[in-house]
Structure formats: C-alpha cells, structure tokens
C-alpha cells in the first residue's frame, strides 16, 4: 500500500471511452463502431476497421471523478484532470488535459490523439485528478485504478492474456495426464494454442466457491483465491514464453507472434525496469541461458506475475471484509 503525506480521495475516477476515429493518409476520418471500444474489458482496438495506413486516432473521453472532490472543506485547490497515454515499448507518453463538464459537476470529458508513428502496439490509458495540497501544485489526489488499454493493431478490443479457464475431476478425466496432479486445486497448461487453467473439481468446496456471487466475505474469498490462480497462470506462461524463443543467427531472441509474445510484452517491463521490451528481452534471455542471474530474476518474474494478477487489492478487499466482520461480531 502506498502512503501519501497529504489528504486525498479514498476511491478511484471512473474512466470511459466515447468514440474512437481514425485519420486516413487522405484527410479523411472514419467513426469507428461502437464494437471498437469495450468498457467491460477496458480497451480500444484500433485496428478494427481494417485499416492498416491511418495517421492518427482521435478517442473520446468521459471521466467521472468520485464524490467529496468538490466539497466545500475540501484539502485541495486548482483542480485538474489529465489523461495519460504511457507505451513502454516505445517510451512514448502523451498527456491532455480534460475539461469539465459543468462548473459544478464532478465529469470531466475530451479526447486524446494517438499518433500511430509512436506506437508498435499496446499503451496504457490512465486518468489523474492532479491539485494543490498543502501549497504543494500537482499533487495526485485520486486516479483511475485499472488502465485502459489502447490497441494501435487489434481488431477486437481484448486486454492481453485471454486464459481458457476448465473445470475437470482430475481422477476421472479422460485427460490422463490430470490424473498425476489429484491433489492440486488447479493446474496450467501452456502447452494449448491457449494457455488453459484447469481447475480440480474434486477439492471440496472449490467449485461452490468460484461460482459464488455474493459481495460479503465469500465473495471476496473467491476473488483472493482468482488472484492466486491468476498469479499462477501468469508466472507460468512468462516462463513457457521464454523458454520457447527463436533466435536470429546473430543470436538475438525474437518476439513471439502469438500470446506468447503478448505475454513476453505485458510483463517484460516489470521484470527488467527501465529497458525497452526489446533490451529487456535480451537481458532475460541472456540470464536464462548463461551461466548466472537466472535465479536471481525469478523474484521480479513472480512481482511482475502478481501486478497483472491485482493479488494486492484482492487481498486488501479480503483483509478489510474480515475486519469488518470480526467489528460485527463484537458488537
């Protein structure tokens, strides 16, 4: 948990993407459909209407900020909101500032232009609610808490990793090979077209679980024990992605073209801060297959495996349902 030395908003901008166009080499502009932009996954495919040739992208923005931001005893002045494209492949950032909507109001909205020249492929989209505390301008007072992902080359707007999630009784499945791992609530399989999370029916109380829909405890139990298979899944294919590089005769590794290389991409920057995903990529293939710095890369592998998975908000959510249930108890 990050601490802050000043006062700020306990919960996030809600974030949402109105229209996408594309700005054609001939000076037209093609409204892309609905279809493009998916708020459940949180991502803009731009690559949807087939054009491979656009110059640049204009999306539309519409941000909520939460209530109390606008309160009267308020710690903050000279509020601004700022949307911030970040492409770590390429080291481009993009920052526009957002107006808002009404004096009074807590939406803010506008658009952010996406030059396709400085982007190879996936940049993050993130809102800041940015203001003066304690004398202090342009302290962060709240912010979006899970990106949007803006895709210069789908043409369907996914986030990342899409994992095939089955459910089998790993002693009486027909695939044998579950048979050997009875005893483990699930298992990965990186070795499908897709990576596959194979969850054992046979623990007790597993299934009953992750089909739970309640917001009480339960609930958050479930999403404590998603945010653990997720970690699992994570640090499994980063490790099935690299140790199945093709190599350039000059002995450079390549990029995958598959998930393995949308995996390699995503996670790369966490396991080897501060270096282009191409650097990074040599670095870890060159601790994989030397003689040293292999084991020591295993603690950023797992940290960049438990960030995709959000472990430290489910746990957090978990940590704070307890409490609040033990409170009732005493009462």
């Known amino acids: 948990m990050r601490i802050y030395p000043y006062k700020r908003l306990k919960r996030p901008v809600a974030l949402r993407v109105t229209s996408a166009s594309l700005k054609l080499p001939d000076g037209t502009r093609d409204q892309l459909e609905t279809s493009a ?19 640049t992208a204009t999306v539309g923005l519409s941000a909520t900020l939460p209530p109390g931001v606008d309160a009267p005893d308020a710690a903050w002045s000279d509020l601004q909101v700022l949307a911030v494209l970040t492409d770590g492949e390429t080291n481009k950032r993009t920052t526009v500032r957002l107006k808002q ?29 940015v203001a003066t505390v304690d004398g ?17 080359v789908s043409d369907e707007p996914v986030r990342g990793l899409q994992l ?16 050997a791992y009875t005893d483990a609530p699930w298992i990965v399989d990186t070795s499908a077209r897709v990576p596959t999370v194979f969850v054992n029916t046979d623990v ?36 099935a992605a690299i140790g199945d590089l093709e190599v350039e005769p000059g002995g450079g590794p390549v990029f995958p073209t598959d998930w393995k290389g949308e995996v390699l991409r995503e996670m790369l920057p966490d396991v080897v801060p501060g270096a282009h995903v191409e650097q990074a990529l ?50």
């Open 37 to 55: 932009y998916s708020t459940q996954q949180q991502a803009v495919a731009l690559g949807s209407a087939g054009h491979t040739d656009w110059v």
């Open 101 to 129: 909507d009404r004096d009074d109001g807590r939406d803010w909205s506008g658009s952010l232009e996406v030059h396709r020249d400085d982007h190879m492929g996936r940049a993050s989209l993130a809102v800041h609610a």
């Open 136 to 152: 202090v301008r342009g302290r962060a007072i709240t912010e979006t808490d899970r990106s949007w992902i803006i895709d210069t």
């Open 164 to 179: 095939d999630v089955q459910r089998a009784s790993f002693s009486k499945t027909s695939r044998e090979w579950l048979h």
């Open 204 to 239: 007790e109380g597993v299934m009953g679980l992750l089909d739970s829909g309640g917001s009480g405890v339960e609930g958050k139990v479930r999403d404590l024990l998603v945010a653990q298979m997720s970690t699992d899944a994570w640090t499994a294919v980063f490790h």
């Open 282 to 331: 040599r670095e870890v293939h060159r601790r994989r297959t030397g003689e040293s710095g292999w084991v020591e890369l295993q603690t950023r592998i797992h940290y960049a495996a438990v960030r995709r998975a959000d472990a430290a908000k489910a746990l957090g959510y978990a940590i704070r349902g307890l409490e609040q249930l033990n409170r009732g108890s005493d009462a």
